[in-house]
């Protein structure tokens, strides 16, 4: 899901612009509203094992995740991974938007974010509520350009698509 945000924001400024055509535009799209529905599936699939196999040391992790404290994060991931992105990429014309599919792939991005919290905080912080602090964000931003460090060093020792691969599409594109 980065890749795809990076993708569509730098395609003009990589050099990718006359590339990239609305047709790869809708595929991410698509591409994206699968991971959303995957992701939905993943979580669905873990908890009815969880409630089904009643096992009790791993109901004790689900629902203090869901209910307490921790009750408006967990319902935010939930939102913000699968709701809005489900219902927003439902259609053809915001997956053919490029502002709007970044909009949906931040939110999707910042709710992952914030599930991966929900899966580690509660368990080290001694029983107090979410708290997003400068360790938290300190991290990300670490995280974060450490990714896009990556990405610059591998896109200024390799070409960002094979030539053959180009004029095919620029071929294709002009037909």
Partial sequence: MATAVFAIAMRR??????????RQQHDLGKLCFGF???????????????????????????F????????????????LVFVIPFIGLLGVKPKRYAPTMVGFALISLVGIWLERYLEVVPSINGGAGPAIGL??????ALFGGLYLLSIAWFAARRPM??????????EREQH
């Avoid at 400024?13 to 609305?22: K, P």
């Avoid at 529905?37 to 196999?53: C, D, E, K, R, T």
């Avoid at 698509?161 to 620029?170: F, H, I, N």
């Fill in 64 to 79: 203090y995740r869901l209910w307490g404290p921790w009750r408006p994060v967990g319902t935010a991931v939930f939102l």
């Fill in 13 to 22: 400024r990589m050099g990718l612009g006359a590339l990239y055509s609305a």
């Fill in 36 to 62: 959303t529905v995957f992701w939905a599936y993943l979580m669905w699939s873990q908890f009815l094992v969880i409630w089904y196999g009643n096992m009790p040391e791993e109901t004790f992790f689900v």
């Fill in 161 to 170: 698509l094979s030539p053959r691969l180009a004029a095919d599409t620029l």
């Fill in 135 to 140: 360790p938290e964000l300190g991290v990300t």
